[in-house]
């Protein structure tokens, strides 16, 4: 049961009675009406500003339209208490009657409460992604939390979710790789390689890939021709390397659907990127021309040539930009473009990418070329595309700054020069990792205390709201000792009197979880999971303070000895909480605990 969704389409029933009655416009047409709940509780139970939407289209003052409405909802039996407020908003209290039946619907639809109706609209999510040139560090595991729970929120809000990590296995990068890794190479040979070269990756991660060459090699590298060798060394370090990244994620709990090889948009027998340009030039999106130096660009390694262009300035990008070079080779962006133009013949209604906070400026030109290729327009300031095929959204991780009781940590032995995400893991547990990720919103920028996500107090949110799930479980088991047939699934508990519930605190906290629909709803729509351990902390707080109210106000204890009917109310409460509470944490990929340690 979603109270919002039900309140909204009464109220809407009795617009379409306020216009059959003459009183509203014939032709009116209605908006989504939308309920909310009011900021301060004192204004009552839901609000909704339909009269001041309606006033305009429908010529009349906002305030008359409310009162047209008030008279309509003060007759409905589920409605206690209408009232205007301000130029025209309606205030509502609902009969105790309409919350007590949120728990029933709790218990009754289980798992499946909050959850979507199914659309099942298709959405593709790219996230971490990141180059497979070493070991994920804390930066990534913010994009990889976030994505995740993001997938997960999707999937329980009804869409069918695709989880993809994109490959950089082509170019300069992983090249460099390769070079690095013959050098552990000849050092497992017994070579004195020295110090690393600039550039290259001096991590002991590759220690082991070197090792791995001579077992499978020998000596026999060192007869080979150096690009070969390079060439054999790269696609070493990268199995290996997506190996340990897929394990890395895995301690996280985090698995994708799709490895997306970038290697393989112009291998095995095809050019996607060479299709991505025609499919532009059939737009007229393509030119012949020369590019201005970017700004800060070393001019001794600035060329100024004839290159192929895409006409990006023609969906609000600041300059054109290259896709091949003057020698016929392709650009780094061309890569991209291509990548994202395979995403788009797949198929998916919706496709959304998690950027870190490094990429930003390589946002724009994404954006228009996902434009171009599927046709629609840019929104920079939102960071999406509208219309056309299919939207993309991309969204920004900010960075993490990994501190210990207030002081920074700045490296990992083993990584070299960067905080490893199996070191944060293995030091403080997945779930306090998972959490603490999502418990503020991406694009802010998140310190992240390895002493404080361990603390087993009300300042620590993920032992808070795993606490709350805990307590409730423990709520049962004492309850068998006075009451052996109040079980959780017991009948007696699930057809419990619920009009007993009638205490502030109690009413408070089924208001809270009857948000829970729209809290998905809402956080599915604006891609934002962090909205949902806000909500889980707060509803924990609500759920541990009804319990202290008890412990001061014996008859406002959870179990009730001189009362079986009113325990048996609390306890269907209880479990409605306890449900929801787990429900929310597994949309976060965090554990719902029925014991704490």
Known sequence: MNVYRHVEGRIAALLETLKAEGALPADLALPVVEVEAPRDPAHGDLATNAAMVLAKPARMRPRDIAELLKVKLAADPEIAKVEIAGPGFLNMTLVPQVWQRVITAILTEGKAFGGGTGSGETVNIEYVSANPTGPMHIGHCRGAVFGDALGNLLDFAGFKVTREYYINDAGAQVDKLGRSAILRYREALGETVGE?????????????????????????????????????????????????????????????????????????????????????????????????RPKDHDDGEWEDREQTLFKSTAFGDDADRALMKSDGSYTYFAGDVAYHFDKIERGFDHYINVFGADHIGYIPRILVAFAALAGGTVSLKERRTIGGKANLDILVCQLVKVMRAGEIVRMSKRAGTFVALRDVVDEVGRDPVRFMMLYRKNDAPLDFDLAKVVEQSKDNPVFYVQYAHARAFSVFGKSLDLFPDLTRESAAVRNADLALLSDPGELQLIQQLAFFPKLVAGAAASREPHRLAFYLYDLSSNFHGQWSRGNDSPHLRFIRPDNRSVTAARLALIAATQQVISSGLAILGVEAPNMMR
């Open 196 to 292: 690393i070269p600039e550039g290259l990756y001096p991590g002991e991660y590759l220690k082991p890939i070197g090792a791995a060459l001579v077992k499978a090699h020998g000596r026999a590298l060192l007869q080979k021709p150096e690009d070969e060798q390079m060439a054999i060394g790269r696609d070493a370090a990268i199995a290996a390397l997506l190996d340990e990244i897929r394990s890395d994620l895995a301690t996280l709990n985090i698995r994708h659907d799709v490895f997306f090889s970038e290697r393989s948009l112009t291998t095995g027998g095809k050019d996607q990127v060479r299709a991505s340009i025609a499919a532009l030039e059939a737009n007229g999106l393509i030119a012949k021309g020369r590019l201005e």
